[in-house]
């Protein structure tokens, strides 16, 4: 089955600095590869998803490549504010087998004013 | 619009008793998938329904987990014989359908407590 890998496991950062979290996949066939955000106490929210067809995608703030060669694909928050601070969850899925999602172990970011 | 609700929020019981929590999809969503959250764990598929198609059962750890889904909407997983490793946060998560890629919404979760 699948297998996710996410580096590193905790991230602290100055404000409006960068951030970065970085995750492996081990199936070839994964095609779809959301990013969660978690909130203390708070259930997860997509912020961001990226298909095997593309190589990169950004919305405001939140970008995320993808190399399917090397089976790994990033997260990038630019100009980090203190309500960035959140665990943060990748995961990869593949259309074929429903959808279900295989996550990787999550990151805890810490934003410093 | 209301966004997927799971009931109870918590649940405390003792080892070796059963429970069932409850999980109601978005209205018109077809995909249901059940994941569960260990302390200081990432999230584990458990389960997941597809319209009237028998469910993927492959993430369920023992056979004392199942899941129903009645009418296309609402789901209960239950956990016969509740053991101590059981307890973690279930999370319901539902989607317009599992065959794209469609963004799956998160209820609340449960938090479960085996004693």
């Known amino acids: 089955g699948e297998n996710v890998e996410q580096h590193p496991s905790t991230l602290s950062v100055q404000e409006g600095d960068s951030a970065v979290i970085k995750c492996t996949y081990s199936?070839?066939?994964?095609?779809?590869f959301p990013w969660y955000k978690q909130e203390l106490g708070k259930r997860p929210q997509l912020i961001i998803d990226i298909r095997s067809n593309v190589g990169e995608k950004k919305d405001q703030r939140i970008a995320v490549t993808l190399n399917k060669t090397a089976k790994h694909f990033s997260l990038h928050i630019t100009e980090t504010q203190p309500e960035d601070s959140a665990v943060y969850f990748c995961?990869?899925?593949?259309?074929?087998?429903?959808?279900?999602?295989?996550f990787g172990g999550g990151t805890r970011v810490l934003v410093k004013p | 619009g209301a966004g997927v609700s799971q009931s109870p929020s918590n649940k405390v019981t003792e080892k070796g008793k059963d429970v069932e929590l409850r999980c109601d999809p978005i209205?018109?969503?077809?995909?249901l998938y059940w994941y569960r959250q260990s302390l200081g764990q990432g999230l584990e598929f458990l389960i997941y329904?597809?319209?009237?198609?028998?469910?993927?059962k492959s993430g369920l750890p023992s056979d004392r987990f199942s899941a129903e889904r009645t009418g296309g909407s609402v789901s209960t997983l239950t956990i016969q014989r509740t053991q101590q490793e059981d307890s973690a946060v279930y999370l319901c998560?539902?989607?317009?359908?599992?065959?794209?890629?469609?963004?799956?919404?998160f209820g609340p979760g449960t938090r479960l407590t085996v004693l």
């Open positions: 998560a539902s989607s317009l359908s599992s065959d794209s890629y469609n963004e799956q919404f």
């Open positions: 329904f597809q319209g009237n198609s028998a469910p993927d």
């Open positions: 995961a990869a899925s593949r259309r074929a087998a429903g959808n279900k999602l295989t």
């Open positions: 209205s018109g969503h077809t995909a």
């Open positions: 199936d070839s066939a994964s095609n779809y």
